[in-house]
């Protein structure tokens, strides 16, 4: 069984920058994939960023070009670096992980605000 702990949000003028951190810990053999989704109010979760083992990464596009997905696999910890943050990336931040096809694990997810 997988756990996930996140740290990092808060709250953050327009402009500004955030990072989060989700530190995983239990199974962590064979992971295939850590990333970010998120989920405004009354919105759908959506996907933020992705990183697989061997290295690919994916975007939204709503976030390319601000946003930055990372890991230390030493550490089994993934990082979103958010820059550029705009009143739109309001949402609670989910990690979440997997090692097949569907997501085996979420995390308890973090707050993120961005006020204008």
């Known amino acids: 069984q997988v756990q996930l702990v996140e740290s990092g949000g808060g709250l953050v003028q327009a402009g500004g920058s955030l990072r989060l951190s989700c530190a995983a810990s239990g199974s962590t053999f064979s992971i295939d994939r850590m990333g970010w989704s998120r989920q405004a109010l009354g919105k759908q979760r959506e996907l933020v960023a992705v990183i697989r083992s061997g290295g690919t990464i994916n975007y939204a596009d709503s976030v390319k070009g601000r946003f930055t997905i990372s890991e230390d696999r030493a550490k089994n910890t993934v990082y979103l670096q958010m820059n550029s943050l705009k009143p739109e990336d309001t949402a609670v931040y989910y990690c979440?992980?997997?090692?097949?096809?569907?997501?085996?694990?979420w995390g308890q997810g973090t707050q993120v605000t961005v006020s204008s």
């Open positions: 979440f992980l997997a090692v097949g096809g569907a997501v085996d694990a």
